[in-house]
Antibody
């Protein structure tokens, strides 16, 4: 049974960097054809896909245009996890953040969610 | 970008009712459509992928249909645990995903 366990701070100051980690159990971050996503949810934006990392003979990262200049998603094969970094955050980045496993072009396993508030 | 529009935004129904939710894509997405159920404070629960394939463990009262731009999620006989918000998601522009705005199923 695949499980995703998220960790990271729930409060980030404006202009700083939001950092979250998603630890994978029951699967491998480097398995071919599986995509590892970050998604967030807020009342104003609804469910918003942020980006993905996946391995297919090389590592591929793809990001949403809305955050492309500020985001980085990185796999860590030694710890079987992947991480999200979002730079220069503002209060508009306040949301619940989810990691998720992508399969058959859907998200079939979700992390528990992390509520992140951007405030001084 | 592909936009996903769900209707209605909310529906009131009783236990035992048949409920149908519609999702429309702004362009042809073949059958790359998924459905999720979400309850307050929880992560979305995957229900259906590829428009009509049930995820493992999902009750058979849930069904999905459609292709191209128009899709439906049907709950054949609403159960108390089905009161929740439902979202569609397109996977045609993989790896980029887009979600619908949600449909809240409320108790009548």
């Amino acid at each position: 049974q695949v499980q995703l366990q998220q960790s990271g701070p729930g409060l980030v100051k404006p202009s700083q960097t939001l950092s979250l980690t998603c630890v994978i159990s029951g699967d491998s971050v480097s398995r071919n054809s599986i995509a590892w996503n970050w998604i967030r949810q807020s009342p104003s934006r609804g469910l918003e896909w942020l980006g993905v990392t996946y391995y297919t003979s090389q590592w591929i990262n793809v990001y949403a245009e809305s955050v492309e200049s500020r985001i980085s998603i990185n796999p860590d094969t030694s710890k079987n996890q992947f991480s999200l970094q979002l730079n220069s955050v503002t209060p508009e980045d306040t949301a619940v953040y989810f990691c998720g496993r992508g399969s058959y072009r859907a998200v079939d396993v979700w992390g528990q969610g992390t509520t992140v508030t951007v405030s001084s | 970008d592909i936009q996903m529009t769900q209707s209605p935004s909310s529906v009131s129904a009783s236990v035992g009712d048949r409920v149908t939710i519609t999702c429309r894509a702004s362009q042809d997405i073949s059958t790359w459509l998924a459905w999720y159920q979400q309850k307050p404070g929880k992560a979305p629960r995957p229900l259906i992928y590829a428009a009509s394939t049930l995820q493992s463990g999902v009750p058979s009262r849930f069904s999905g249909s459609g292709s191209g731009t128009d899709f439906t999620l049907t709950i054949s006989s609403l159960q108390p645990e089905d009161f929740a918000t439902y979202y569609c998601q397109q996977g045609n522009s993989f790896p980029r995903f887009t979600f619908g705005g949600g449909t809240k199923v409320e108790i009548k």
